[in-house]
């Protein structure tokens, strides 16, 4: 059964490879959302401080009737922290808010605070690692079991590498058909990193390829159904997200194959145009997110 894929992390815990993202779902609907996904299946679920919905999203998990330990809940310090106080401060106020008593991973959610994001080349190496020594400590308290990092590229992620007594578990970044960064993936792959592909569908604007509905047709799979395979088949951890259970059933029925040349051709899909959501800077917008 695809829930019960999972990856391996570099410390023996196991990530399920599809999530449920809850990006943009509002706080008093996310319990619901939740509560859904798990009750068809899904067991890992992703949200972050700066989605404003860790309340939402711990009650449903509660709520859900599923054992906390067959969950994997994942959050993520806020892009603005860059010191070792409110890195650690804000960890115990996810757990406080979420009303758990341990999270599975907790990741820095960017490099850069979302408002420098495409304007500012600084890489704020330092506030990183102190960040980074407040995930460490919390984990090695028992608080997390897994830590990592989002939309780090190689020089963020060599940063923690060299300076840490743990490497970055996970990397949490934009891929999908269109923007697949292969020499990222390559770089993380090979260094025992996890990839984790947020935005499968292109925040819905994948539905709106001619190439990718073609090949969604050619194999009698929706496009989001598509998407997500793709991101699949690169042996990485995907996240779509959904407030329909309808949606949130399709998104998990991946059980078909992308051939190797299908998987060349959507590869080399040229990047395309995020429509309504391209002033979000993980789409390559100057607004803060």
Not at 14 to 24: C, D, H, R, S, V
Not at 265 to 284: C, I, M, R
Request: glycine share 6%; aromatic share 8%.
């Amino acid at each position: 059964m695809i829930f019960d894929k999972v990856l391996n992390l570099s410390n023996g815990v196991e990530i399920p490879q599809l999530a449920f993202g809850t990006w943009k779902i509002p706080d008093n609907e996310a319990s619901a959302a939740v509560e859904n996904a798990l009750a068809i299946g899904y067991r890992h679920i992703d949200t972050a401080q700066a989605y404003h919905n860790e309340a939402g999203v711990g009650e449903g998990i509660r709520k859900s009737g599923v054992k906390r330990e067959q969950i994997f809940v994942n959050s993520k310090v806020e892009a603005e922290i860059k010191d070792y106080a409110n890195a650690k401060k804000s960890i115990d106020e996810t757990l406080l808010r979420m009303k758990l008593d341990y999270l599975d991973m907790m990741i820095i959610h960017n490099p850069q605070p979302w408002i420098e994001v495409n304007q500012s080349d600084d890489r704020h190496f330092e506030g990183n690692l102190e960040a980074w020594r407040a995930l460490e400590e919390a984990m090695k308290a028992g608080k997390l079991r897994a830590i990592g990092v989002s939309s780090f590229q190689p020089e963020d992620l060599n940063n923690l590498i060299a300076n840490s007594d743990v490497k970055p578990m996970v990397n949490q970044i934009l891929c999908h058909i269109g923007a697949t960064p292969k020499p990222l993936i390559d770089f993380c792959q090979q260094n025992g990193i996890v990839v984790e592909s947020f935005s499968p569908v292109a925040h819905g604007e994948a539905l709106n390829n001619e190439v990718i509905k073609k090949m969604a047709a050619k194999y009698q799979v929706s496009v989001a159904q598509l998407c997500i395979r793709y991101d699949w088949q690169l042996n990485t951890v995907v996240l779509p997200k959904s407030t329909n259970p309808v949606h949130m059933k399709e998104n998990s029925e991946l059980n078909f194959v992308i051939n190797d040349e299908d998987m060349k051709t959507l590869e080399a899909v040229k990047t395309f145009d995020y429509g309504s959501s391209s002033h979000f800077p993980v789409f390559g917008g100057k607004r803060e997110k």
